[in-house]
């Protein structure tokens, strides 16, 4: 998966960014590589969700998508599928 974020130069200095994707999903760090690094948190974060929260039926299932770096061919595309299918 690409995923394109903003990167800001902050007034009190340092570095903020946001990726527009993903609305709310917003970062700073006080170097490029800290940055770099929080975002990548950050995107994880705002992309989980908490499946104790979720109702499931008896007939529903969950699927996790993975896309290996660089990978556009569907070999380097991974599939967990938890529940019953």
Known sequence: MKLKAIIHEAEEGGYWAEAPSIPGCATQGESMVELINNLHDAVEVCLTIDM??????????????????????????????????
């Open 52 to 85: 104790d929260k979720i109702h499931l039926e008896s007939r529903d299932t969950v699927m996790e998508l993975t896309r290996m770096a660089g990978g556009g061919s569907k070999e380097q595309r991974l599939c967990q599928v938890h529940g019953g299918l």
